[in-house]
C-alpha cells in the first residue's frame, strides 16, 4: 500500500502494491490490506495498475464502501482503466464509486465522457 497524498489531506490517494487484477484470489487481500486504513480516514484507491475486475473484485470494492461509510469516511476510485470503469457502469456502481479529483487535483486517467 502506498500512501500519495499527505494524511493531512482530505481524502488520502492510496495504491495496492503489485495489484494488475482485481479478481477472486485478490480480492481478500485488497480489503484485509485496506479496511483498517478506510475505518480511520477517507481514502480513494488509485487503480491505475488495475486492468481486469469481476464479481469478487466488485464485492471487495463495494465491502470496503460500506466500511468507510460505517466509519463516517468517504471511499472512492480513481485513475480507473477504461474496462474497469466500463464494468463498474454496467453493475451501476461507476457514478458511485469513481471520483474525478482528490484533494482538488485531477484523478482520471481517462477522459470523462
Do not use: K, W
Not at 42 to 57: C, H, K, M
Not at 74 to 82: H, I, K, M, P, Q
Amino acid at each position: 500500500m502506498n500512501s500519495i497524498l499527505n494524511e493531512s489531506a482530505e481524502m488520502v490517494l492510496m495504491t495496492p502494491n503489485g495489484m494488475t487484477e482485481l479478481v477472486r484470489g485478490t480480492d481478500h487481500r485488497l480489503v484485509a490490506e485496506f479496511a483498517p486504513v478506510v475505518r480511520e480516514r477517507s481514502v480513494a484507491l488509485d487503480l491505475a495498475g488495475v486492468d481486469r475486475i469481476d464479481a469478487a473484485g466488485i464485492a471487495a470494492l463495494i465491502s470496503l464502501y460500506g466500511c468507510a461509510r460505517e466509519a463516517g469516511h468517504r471511499f472512492a476510485l480513481c485513475n480507473v482503466s477504461e474496462r474497469v470503469a466500463e464494468i463498474l457502469t454496467l453493475v451501476g456502481l461507476e457514478r458511485v464509486l469513481v471520483c474525478h479529483q482528490v484533494a482538488g487535483q485531477p484523478c482520471v486517467a481517462r477522459t470523462a465522457a
